[in-house]
């Protein structure tokens, strides 16, 4: 491991101009590759105490032996230029995407005499015009299919055009309209080339001017009375229209855009792409990365997003606008570099409202469920989750794998409210059925400490309640039986692993609960958010595990499930109490009406949208009970309108209404109601 004082560059001697820099090993290898606007400030702040780096930018200065630095004329340039050193030297520590799928992509050999239609995958080449990528392969060949009747341009391989070619006969395509044959003569070359032009220009969006063209057509056939000739164009105009309402019209100004969304974790990101051409969705693509550099902003993962996609796309794949989540900080630099690339005007901006922000949103999902899949396809791998265990139990020094893993975490709103979750994985996988909820009665105020030693306390004595009525019906695994169901008791396994949500006085706190009630051999940690750091009863450091360790995707999908839960259950006894205090005063209004009015309006927004005859709808209300319930609402929101502190995101802190639906990344997994995780009050 180096230091990095032992390379660092003398005083005075970086300029402060704009430049692109990079930082080597000993063996001479790049590791990173960076630009910056002002290359001694951003190269000086490397060099600053390890322990205010972020652990990643920590592995890479420590790793790295020398620092070398070009100075360019503009921001423009260091885009060009750092484009070029990733591109060579393949830096470890840069981000890089990667797609996590092949997609299939629909192409035309313009480079050809006799142009071909295919669908492919893999590496673009020069002289072929690409449409998409698209999501199946399927819907490509059932849509060129359907243009083939509209536009029998040819779609055959090489080796076929030229044996038929050879024998002077076409093959079935062109004996059913599908193909105009050029190999046998029925169409001249150029005859050809306009056909292609045609089906290339309806795909890349230009559909009315054609339809409309094609409408005249039928119109003064029929007009000549050449009912044939009508007909089939009124066939080929259908099919027209079964090709389009493949791809629904998502804006109405038929503007072409590209629109990126991301969705990160601490370690991975995932970024999603819609091409819009004409106002309809004309392909969709995902990359997965690994974010090495910790200190990667959104923006700046937009940014380098975008020089990779661009940079070897031919003019034609680079649309007037581009849509982001973020503004990067270089938007200026790149906009100008993309302009010069396409040689018209480009637009990069984030949309605020109407149909193109609704469009954001979507492929934000998109990005999101990508993300998911890629984190949770692991889970459904045997042989993966072994492995997880394995290097969970190899990580922590545990004398078996933890098959049986439980993870503790605390919600609260400024000390109100406090709860906690206890979720269970066994052999790698979720099981709800084992969930449990606890509402923390022992601790005032905001103290996550505390409730996490109250809560394994009240968690482990039922584990010890349970083992002191012990019967003789007790199964080889360990599980107690209930004699009365027959079925093992809820609290009645140990865990292999217990794991609560946070740091060194999480885990310390967690430890002397457990001890205190003898349980001195059920292993302990904790899992850090911040940096995903692992911590162990009474270690000055934690254990860190490989970024891309399969130990460390189970732990955090364990620690985020307990989050997710916790915050579910919170909010859930929020919006209830919110409604409770509301009501107290309403003269009449006794407990079973207020639990009558929560189940059927679930949250006080929808309560205050009420109308009076709504409300008396219900049973055991009448208009005056009702009218002093609406009465009630009203004035508490004109009072929260004038003094109220507002509500905050617990998970984001977020300023948020009354009526608080789950932030994006948790609306995927959030519990049903008939979710079997149980309260223990």
């Not at 430049?19 to 910056?36: L, T, W």
């Not at 050809?192 to 032009?197: F, G, K």
């Not at 309403?586 to 207020?594: D, I, M």
Request: hydrophobic share 40%; glycine share 8%.
């Amino acid at each position: 491991m180096a230091d990095p004082s032992s390379y660092r560059p003398a005083p005075g001697s970086i300029p402060d101009s704009p430049g692109v820099y990079r930082f080597s090993d000993s063996a001479g290898r790049v590791i990173y590759v960076g630009k910056a606007k002002n290359l001694r400030a951003r190269l000086s702040s490397y060099f600053q105490d390890l322990v205010n780096l972020h652990p990643r930018t920590q592995a890479m200065v420590t790793t790295a032996s020398k620092v070398e630095w070009t100075v360019v004329a503009s921001e423009v340039e260091s885009l060009q230029l750092e484009y070029s050193w990733i591109k060579e030297y393949d830096p470890r520590f840069n981000v890089k995407y990667r797609d996590d799928k092949s997609y299939p992509w629909l192409a035309i050999t313009l480079n050809e005499d006799y142009p071909r239609v295919m669908v492919g995958r893999g590496q673009k080449k020069k002289g072929v015009k690409y449409f998409g990528p698209y999501s199946h392969a399927w819907a490509i060949r059932e849509t060129v299919d359907l243009l083939l009747r509209v536009f029998p341009m040819r779609s055959c391989s090489k080796g076929v055009f030229n044996r038929h070619r050879q024998i002077g006969r076409p093959c079935l395509l062109g004996y059913i309209g599908k193909c105009a044959a050029p190999c046998t003569g029925q169409v001249s070359q150029e005859e050809h080339r306009q056909i292609v032009d045609d089906f290339a220009a309806f795909l890349s969006g230009q559909t009315a001017t054609y339809v409309r063209r094609l409408e005249k057509e039928m119109k003064a056939a029929a007009a000549e009375l050449e009912y044939e000739r009508a007909a089939k164009i009124r066939d080929d105009l259908a099919a027209l229209e079964k090709a389009l309402a493949k791809n629904a019209v998502v804006l109405g100004d038929g503007t072409d855009t590209d629109v990126i969304a991301l969705s990160e974790d601490p370690l991975e990101v995932a970024v999603q792409i819609f091409y819009v051409r004409g106002g309809r969705i004309r392909g969709e693509r995902g990359w997965i990365a690994d974010k090495a550099d910790g200190t990667a902003t959104a923006g700046d993962l937009v940014s380098r997003f975008i020089q990779q996609m661009y940079a070897d796309d031919s003019v034609d794949a680079i649309p007037r606008e581009i849509l982001v989540p973020t503004m990067p900080e270089d938007a200026d630099a790149l906009t100008e570099w993309l302009e010069g690339i396409r040689g018209a005007r480009v637009s990069i901006r984030v949309p605020q409202r109407g149909d193109k922000k609704a469009l954001m949103e979507t492929v934000e999902r998109n990005a999101l469920q990508t993300l998911t899949m890629h984190k949770t396809k692991r889970a459904s791998d045997l042989t993966t989750r072994n492995q997880a265990l394995e290097e969970i139990q190899a990580g922590l020094d545990l004398p078996e794998a933890p098959l049986r893993l439980e993870c503790y975490d605390v919600s609260n709103l400024q000390g109100t409210e406090v709860v906690a979750s206890m979720v269970v994985f066994e052999d790698g996988l979720p099981r709800k059925s084992e969930y449990r909820r606890f509402v923390i009665k022992g601790v005032d105020g905001q103290n996550d400490v505390a409730s996490i030693a109250e809560v394994l306390t009240r968690r482990f004595k039922r584990l010890l309640d349970e083992r002191a009525t012990m019967t003789a019906d007790e199964d080889p695994s360990g599980a107690l039986i209930d004699p009365e169901t027959g079925r093992a008791k809820k609290f009645s396994y140990a865990p292999g692993l217990v794991v609560v949500d946070g740091g060194p006085p999480q885990v310390a706190a967690a430890r002397q609960a457990m001890d205190e009630l003898g349980l001195g051999d059920i292993p302990v940690c904790g899992l850090a958010k911040r940096l995903e750091e692992v911590w162990l009863p009474d270690e000055e450091d934690p254990v860190i595990f490989s970024r891309t360790s399969e130990g460390l995707y189970l732990l955090q999908r364990l620690r985020d499930e307990a989050h997710r839960f916790a915050i579910t259950h919170h909010r859930s006894r929020r919006s209830k109490s919110m409604v409770e205090s509301t009501l107290d005063d309403v003269p009449g209004l006794g407990e079973v009406r207020r639990k009558t009015l929560l189940r059927h309006f679930g949250s006080l927004k929808k309560l205050r949208q009420a109308t009076v005859d709504e409300v008396a709808n219900l049973p055991g209300f009448g208009p005056r009970l009702a009218e002093s319930v609406v009465l009630a609402v009203n004035a508490a929101a004109t009072k929260a309108e004038t003094g109220r502190a507002p509500s905050v995101n617990t998970a984001t802190g977020e300023i948020l209404g009354d009526d608080v639906p789950a932030p994006a990344g948790l609306q995927s997994t959030d519990v049903a109601d008939g979710d079997p995780g149980r309260t223990e009050n």
